[in-house]
């Protein structure tokens, strides 16, 4: 874990556990914080003369950014260049620094698609983001990252850069001339304001009679967060719900497993943070199907008195695996649709307090009841199960398998010829 700085398994046998040693450990002392990581100078210049060589770039930021917020938007000012995000990411800036454009790829939105592909040279700092069909494909890209072996990994690369992103980009502001010209920076600006007022919208619970829709929900528990919350993200479409209509202050966090094909884990993980800090606020967005995989850790959090939220979006089914499928022109299958119990009455069956809202003008009153209660809490949300996620582009050839998916879901529902 120290050494690959990610997830690691220690198994420890019940003999070894119960035992006893007579010196100190002195391996514990080795676990400080890692050092940075500086470039080759050598590096560095080319990379100025690459940036030197185009006119407008675009800079997508990684959490291996984590430190190094004063010197990207000195970098973002030098060469009027907007400053993208991946997911994890996010948190770092505050939501309305007008440096901080977006995400790329589902989770984002068109301003930050539209920034990488309309930049002359796209600088990937502390980011190893997987999804490739985001990224530009002629390797226009200089990518820095500590680890040598994500290089090249995900875009044809013209430079990688073997170093920590602070000390790479002090030495790179130290090369690189003022720009003047913002038209490149104006018109990605211009359309994140557009793309926010789209957002809005989405957001707003009065957009339709009697149905809440989830943006709805993620946009009023932002609202009201404790600007120091950590938000939880379990996998899914409540990873899009939270991660794009939520507005962090610059102090708030985002935790997730930030993987596919890892539903359930949310409630673990926002327990983990919580009983690190039981005075820190810590919102969990979940699916249904997510909360009830794991439904015995919201146990956990009962009875170690982990004050978590957990919001519980319930549309009654797998919805994102139900888009997965009409997006290559299936129709849905058999179980992907499920009954739901009442989380709200689950929650206080199991000594915690739950929450439920049905109609959007219950949002409000009931979000702030939900994050001023004590302990643990579950706000049980139904919301629109047909809402879908805001794509930033949308090919012919997505549009087309979704519409004969649609088609042939209504001859599986007509009724039978006699």
Request: proline share 6%; net charge negative.
């Amino acid at each position: 874990a120290y050494g690959a700085r990610g997830v690691a398994h220690v198994n420890i046998p019940q003999d070894v556990i119960g035992g006893a040693v007579s010196a100190p450990t002195p391996s514990v002392a080795t676990l400080r914080p890692r050092p940075e990581v500086a470039p080759s100078p050598g590096d560095v210049e080319e990379a100025a003369r690459l940036i030197a060589e185009v006119r407008t770039v675009a800079v997508l930021c990684g959490t291996g950014c984590r430190g190094s917020e004063a010197e990207l938007i000195a970098l973002s000012d030098r060469l009027c260049a907007p400053l993208l995000h991946t997911f994890r990411a996010q948190d770092m800036l505050p939501y309305d620094d007008p440096h901080w454009i977006g995400g790329v790829g589902l989770i984002g939105g068109q301003p930050g698609v539209d920034a990488v592909k309309g930049a002359d040279l796209l600088l990937m700092l502390g980011t190893d983001y997987p999804y490739s069909e985001w990224l530009p494909q002629d390797g226009n890209v200089v990518q820095v990252d500590e680890r040598a072996t994500v290089l090249g990994r995900r875009a044809a690369t013209r430079l990688g850069i073997v170093g920590s992103v602070k000390p790479t980009l002090r030495a790179l502001l130290e090369r690189l001339a003022g720009r003047s010209d913002t038209t490149f920076f104006d018109k990605v600006s211009a359309d994140r304001r557009r793309w926010n007022a789209m957002l809005d919208a989405k957001a707003d619970p009065a957009r339709s009679a009697g149905k809440i829709h989830p943006q709805a929900i993620a946009r009023a528990v932002s609202d009201r967060a404790a600007a120091d919350a950590v938000f939880v993200t379990d996998t899914g479409l409540a990873t899009l719900w939270a991660a794009n209509w939520t507005r962090p202050s610059g102090r708030q966090r985002f935790v997730g497993s930030f993987n596919n094909q890892s539903v359930g884990t949310g409630m673990g993980l926002a327990n983990g943070v919580q009983a690190l800090d039981r005075s820190r606020q810590v919102i969990l967005h979940v699916g249904d199907g997510g909360f009830l995989m794991l439904l015995g850790e919201f146990m956990t959090a009962v009875g170690h008195g982990l004050p978590v939220k957990v919001v519980v979006y319930d549309n009654g089914a797998w919805g994102l695996v139900k888009l997965e499928m009409e997006e290559i022109g299936n129709p849905i299958a058999p179980g992907a649709d499920f009954r739901n119990p009442d989380f709200a009455a689950l929650a206080r069956a199991s000594g915690a307090q739950g929450f439920t809202v049905r109609h959007p003008d219950e949002i409000a009153t009931t979000v702030d009841a939900f994050l001023a209660a004590d302990g643990p809490a579950i706000l049980h949300a139904y919301i629109a199960a047909d809402e879908l996620p805001v794509l930033p582009h949308i090919d012919w050839d997505m549009a087309a398998k979704y519409g004969l998916a649609k088609v042939r879901e209504l001859f599986a529902k007509a009724p039978a010829a006699t």
